[in-house]
């Protein structure tokens, strides 16, 4: 057989395998094909989303279970060699892979990422792919491999038995710390997004480097008890007896890995820095999850414990490194080794994106001046100055601005989902409270149903604290709305939360991170495949910080009356507390009566009025960037880095066996198209849309490209009941666009299946190959006024 004829598959399958098992790999345990590595971005449509493609390699190639060391990308034979090599290289770096090779079935072309010199991209024949050995003493040299480290490297991850593997992030960061620790660096950095598995991450290198006896005693540092508890159940849970948690103030040595919290094993006094008990040698390895907080403070009580035990390697895990004149990981660790970002993460499709709405107050842009000797409502007499968004709930509260924010936020949900779970932030523990009672007013029927609708979790609030693993827990329904101040910014794992509402001036970028972290989960079997951001206090103007790289679908900034849903377009001292999160401020003293006595913390004003200012809908370029220009530039812009010309576009258009891969392709680079129908019509098509914004047409309908093609005497070929077919087919598209005619489910709805079954419906044509002919040619008639 010709190989020109083959298919891709029958490249693969008679000449590149048969090629690489020649070369030595065992095709059980070291060959792999097909391995989708990403999950596919989710892209957002109104309320609706999709997937979009996974990052898929043909072949990845593994020295061990645990470290691939080749990709080979595959083309049939009317490719070159080397057409596969760009797209090879590009999963090249992401997997960390060194060694990359394109084959078209006559020979491989092997791209050497290890070299700096000399010919890095060499061809090679069939018969001469090289084997596991060579790539591995390759890789050796390439990395500083010494036979003592070998071992170690080789060392294989923990595996369960139920399937479950490190994601190729997971594989590169665990894999680079090994071998980090294998050549001696004792201080190693970590950046990983929430929501990426840095605990599972951490398992998996102190499992690797315990089973080598390279280090044999572990300390693992959390400031969070649910970070603790969570990593001894469920990731750390292994290792079985050799695993011990340090509570009580009670040191037992009999262990090998040991889990704490700071606040555990040190204290004000000295007698409570229980740590010293063991030898600053006892520990050679020590993990500090979230080190972007307390140990990264030079001077810090924390801080100490790992200059006790500084003999030891460190590992830092932090998805917001911090770095500040008085704070600095990077200082301490060094520059990372590995950082897998929040933008890198909703790229590949682990992470969940997200909207952002926006709502100004006309207070909050313009200030509010009490007038001369105005009272609070208790009697206070109010200091005679501005006051801005910065002291509002901070320095003075606005009763009407506070009931404003919970109309708002129960408008969403009572438009979305009212049991959706949501987390409001606020300045402070009063601030919360007072955030409780206007959402419970503002939705008594279902407070009725359950008084856990809406809870204050705050530092100081048992019964809230309570419940905050129901909060977490996707399972449970109650709480719904959690109102907060800083208690859920960190450590707490809400896997379904679908809405965040900032109430709270935030300037730290890290912190900032941190709170859009509690969002950034997806779970599909509960729906949430990404999350809504309600913005009160401009805090999403971080996103404008060259330090943030995680950018929304869409900011939506409604105008006043307007829904708030965006359209349809694109720690306690001991360390026991099982809460374990930040301490909440302290609530105001709220009664000081009026007279002579210091002014009160805070002033409360009931009778001024609030209300919304009109704003504009704003959304985010595929390139993570506030598109400033009119959405109809951007989208001019946006198509012609795809296509030249208008020929371009068409005859893309024309060629596509489906026209819904073309808009797909569109809408990967950047085009929106449901908010642009916003603009120029809802009645237009995607092709109607591009050739008029793009290429200046004039636009038609999709009912009037349907009613053009019925004008003619097209149908007149066809039997009555194939040219009913059609004419269903066109009241389908004129009503619901192109996507759907090509889905031939289409067959299954009415108007059409009142014609008879798919299969009654296909036969009319003369069969499959037929039907799909007629299709194709309806597409043209549809189209050939602009072609």
């Known amino acids: 057989m010709n190989k020109k004829q083959m298919s891709e598959q029958d490249i693969r399958s008679k000449f590149i395998t048969p090629a690489i098992v020649e070369g030595g790999w065992d095709m059980q345990s070291q060959i792999r094909e097909e391995v989708s590595f990403t999950a596919g971005k989710v892209i957002v449509r109104g309320k609706l989303h999709s997937r979009g493609k996974v990052k898929r390699a043909d072949y990845i190639l593994y020295y061990r279970p645990n470290i691939p060391i080749a990709i080979v990308e595959a083309k049939d034979n009317n490719h070159t060699v080397g057409s596969g090599m760009q797209q090879a290289l590009e999963y090249g770096a992401m997997l960390d892979v060194p060694f990359v090779y394109s084959c078209n079935g006559d020979a491989f072309l092997e791209h050497d990422r290890t070299k700096s010199a000399g010919n890095i991209e060499t061809e090679l024949s069939l018969n001469a792919f090289p084997s596991p050995e060579i790539l591995w003493q390759r890789y050796r040299q390439y990395k500083g491999i010494d036979d003592s480290s070998d071992r170690v490297i080789q060392q294989e991850y923990h595996d369960d038995g139920s399937g479950r593997t490190p994601r190729y992030y997971q594989h590169t960061a665990i894999n680079r710390t090994v071998e980090a620790i294998t050549k001696g660096e004792n201080r190693i950095l970590l950046v990983m997004a929430t929501g990426t598995g840095k605990t599972f991450t951490a398992f998996q290198i102190i499992w690797r480097l315990w089973k080598a006896r390279i280090k044999k005693r572990i300390l693992f540092l959390a400031d969070r008890n649910i970070l603790v508890d969570q990593a001894r159940i469920n990731d750390f849970k292994p290792f079985g007896s050799a695993m011990t948690k340090i509570s009580k103030r009670q040191v037992d040595k009999s262990y090998e890995i040991y889990l704490s919290l700071y606040q555990a094993v040190t204290g004000a006094e000295e007698e409570k820095n229980i740590y010293k008990q063991f030898s600053p040698d006892f520990f050679d390895l020590v993990v500090i999850d979230e080190c972007h907080r307390g140990s990264a ?192 910014t960190t450590g707490v794992d809400t896997q379904t939360t679908k809405l965040i509402v900032l109430d709270q001036n935030i300037q730290s970028m890290t912190e900032f991170k941190q709170i859009i972290g509690r969002g950034t989960r997806i779970q599909e079997d509960f729906g949430k495949f990404y999350f809504t951001i309600m913005d009160f206090k401009k805090a999403t103007e971080l996103f404008a910080d060259k330090d943030f790289d995680g950018d929304p679908v869409q900011i939506y900034e409604p105008t006043s009356g307007e829904s708030p849903v965006p359209p349809d377009d694109p720690v306690d001292v001991d360390g026991d507390d099982d809460s374990g999160i930040l301490i909440d401020p302290e609530p105001p003293d709220v009664t000081l009566p009026p007279g002579d006595g210091p002014p009160p913390r805070k002033y409360y004003v009931d009778d001024v009025p609030v209300f919304v200012v009109a704003e504009r809908v704003q959304y985010y370029g595929k390139d993570g960037k506030l598109i400033t220009e009119s959405l109809k530039d951007y989208t001019r812009n946006t198509v012609k880095k795809a296509f030249a010309s208008m020929d371009d576009f068409l005859k893309r258009w024309n060629e596509a066996d489906k026209k819904k891969a073309v808009i797909e392709e569109l809408e990967e680079q950047g085009v929106l198209f449901e908010p642009l129908a916003d603009e120029v019509g809802k009645d237009f098509g995607p092709f109607d849309l591009i050739c008029h914004v793009a290429f200046g047409q004039p636009p038609l309908t999709r009912k009037e490209r349907a009613n053009n093609v019925k004008k003619r005497n097209y149908f007149g070929k066809y039997g009555e009941k194939a040219r009913l077919v059609l004419e269903g087919l066109l009241d389908k598209y004129a009503d619901e666009g192109i996507e759907h005619v090509e889905n031939i489910e289409v067959l299954k709805l009415q108007p059409i299946s009142q014609h008879g079954r798919p299969m009654e419906i296909i036969k009319e044509f003369g069969g499959k190959a037929k039907y799909l002919e007629a299709l194709k040619e309806l597409e043209s008639q549809l189209y050939v006024v602009a072609s």
């Open 297 to 488: 403070d030079a001077e810090s009580a924390w801080r100490d414990i790992l200059t006790y035990f500084s003999s030891a390697t460190h590992i830092g895990m932090t998805a917001t490194p911090k770095e500040t004149c008085h704070v600095s990981n990077i200082h301490y660790f060094g520059e990372p080794i590995y950082t897998y970002s929040l933008k890198q993460g909703i790229e590949d499709g682990f992470l969940a994106p997200y909207k952002v709405v926006r709502i100004d107050f006309d207070k909050d842009l313009t200030g509010w001046r009490p007038e001369n000797g105005k009272e609070d409502k208790y009697g206070n007499k109010i200091e005679d100055r501005i006051y801005n968004q910065k002291d509002f709930d901070k320095n003075l509260v606005l009763d009407q601005r506070t009931i404003l924010v919970a109309q708002k936020i129960s408008e969403f949900l009572k438009a979305t989902d009212r049991y959706d779970k949501t987390i409001v932030f606020c300045e402070d523990i009063d601030h919360a409270e007072r955030m409780r009672q206007a959402i419970v007013n503002e939705n008594p029927d279902l407070v009725k149903k359950d008084k856990r609708y809406v809870m204050r979790i705050t530092g100081d609030s048992t019964e809230g604290k309570n419940e905050l693993y129901n909060f977490t827990d996707p399972e449970s329904r109650h709480p719904v709305i959690a109102t907060t101040s800083k208690l859920m």
